[in-house]
Every structure is written in C-alpha cells, then in structure tokens.
C-alpha cells in the first residue's frame, strides 16, 4: 500500500478497504467507465462467474459495450491512443471487434 508515496506493508482488510473506497470514489465522480476488469482468458468458471457478478452487482452498466485493452494493444502502441478499443455488445461474448472512435 502506498503512504505519502511510499509503498508500506498491510494487512488484507486494510488494503481491500482502500480498494473498496477508491473504487466508491472513481464511481462517484467519473461514472462507470471509470472502472475496468482485466483478465487474461485463463481462469476457472468459477472465477469468470465471480467477476461477472462483481461487475454486473456493483459496478452500473454502461450501455452495452465495454472497452477492451490487452497488452498485445499495449505492445503496438494503441494504449496510448485517444481512439477506443470495443468488443461486441453483451450478448456477443466470444467476439471481439476492434475498432477506433472518432
């Protein structure tokens, strides 16, 4: 955990609680595309089923579509670029389409 720009030891709950409170704080002042999940295609069902319900539970929905960023875009550069990255309406898993936003 980081103090007064140090990185300090802590304990789970303390460390989920800041989590848990910024996580608050983004979805307050920014809305929901101001939280993302990440996950590398390798996890259990059941993990899958956890964030989905995390997701769907706690965060709001943002109209259908999410943005995708993996490190392959990273790795050519479009992390860096204003242009958005969309997969496919809900519904759709499985397909992926990359495309930029004006």
């Known amino acids: 955990m980081r103090r007064d ?11 989920l609680d800041l989590v848990a409170s910024r996580s608050r704080e983004l979805l307050d002042d920014q ?3 101001a939280l993302g ?11 899958y089923y956890t964030l989905a319900a ?6 709001p929905r943002t ?3 999410t943005d995708a960023l993996g490190p ?3 790795q050519n550069g479009l992390a860096t670029d204003p242009g958005h990255l969309r997969t496919a309406p809900h519904g759709h898993s499985g397909t992926v389409q ?3 936003s004006p």
């Open 5 to 15: 720009g140090v990185l300090t030891e802590t304990d789970w709950d303390t460390a």
């Open 31 to 33: 809305g929901a595309t």
């Open 37 to 47: 999940f990440y996950t590398s295609g390798q996890l259990f069902l059941e993990e």
């Open 54 to 59: 995390i997701g769907h539970g706690a965060v």
């Open 63 to 65: 109209g259908g579509t």
């Open 72 to 74: 392959r875009h990273a």
């Open 98 to 100: 990359l495309s930029r």
